[in-house]
């Protein structure tokens, strides 16, 4: 039987059709190794320091950024080492004496556990992170920095979240967390 021209075009188009597409790996694998040195170097922009509910950090327009370290979190009720309770606020604005002796032990605990693994830190080189509400009292904020430098901290932190410095007439971007230094 013979076929009809509109049949023997349909047939070579459904033929073109069959063909094997085949897929550039080449050009993939280029785009995922620039998506993985993008990746990798962009990774270290982190915040690294915790986010807290309870905690309202004070502003400032400080420029450094917050660095890997020990934290302390006081809140309006309790005092937190890595996020782990040492005291309660009631109990260290009770005492009579300034070094809060359970935040000076937790402190020691977590410099020898960073001492273990890098051999001989002195101590002006050892961090801590203060994040206290803006509404903290100066006598507890005392308090915690002291027991900080008695047990061994040479570098003493308190975080703030930054203000960005918008010009007139600018709109301002959302604030971020900073360290400001204290020697």
């Known amino acids: 039987m013979k076929m009809s021209q509109r049949a023997l075009r349909?047939?070579?188009?459904?033929?073109?059709g069959k063909?094997?597409?085949s897929l550039n790996l080449v050009s993939l694998m280029d785009i995922f190794t620039i998506l993985v040195f993008f990746l990798l170097v962009n990774s270290s922009d982190v915040e690294v320091l915790p986010n807290a509910k309870e905690i309202q950090l004070p502003e400032s327009i400080a420029e450094e950024r917050a660095r890997?370290?020990?934290?302390?979190?006081?809140?309006?009720?309790?005092?937190?080492v890595q996020g782990k309770l040492v005291?309660?606020?009631?109990?260290?604005?009770?005492?009579?004496?300034i070094v809060i002796p359970a935040l000076k032990e937790a402190l020691q605990r977590q410099s020898d556990r960073v001492m273990i693994k890098q051999a001989t830190v002195g101590v002006a080189n050892r961090e801590v992170t203060i994040m206290g509400d803006r509404e903290l009292p100066y006598k507890l904020l005392k308090r915690v920095m002291a027991s900080c430098t008695a047990a061994d901290y040479g570098q003493i932190s308190l975080a703030v979240m930054q203000i960005p410095e918008a010009e007139p007439g600018q709109a301002a971007t959302a604030p971020s967390v900073m360290a400001a230094e204290q020697g």
């Open 10 to 16: 349909m047939q070579r188009r459904n033929e073109k």
């Open 19 to 21: 063909r094997t597409v």
């Open 68 to 80: 890997e370290n020990v934290i302390i979190m006081v809140t309006g009720e309790q005092i937190l």
């Open 87 to 97: 005291a309660t606020v009631d109990q260290v604005m009770n005492q009579r004496e």
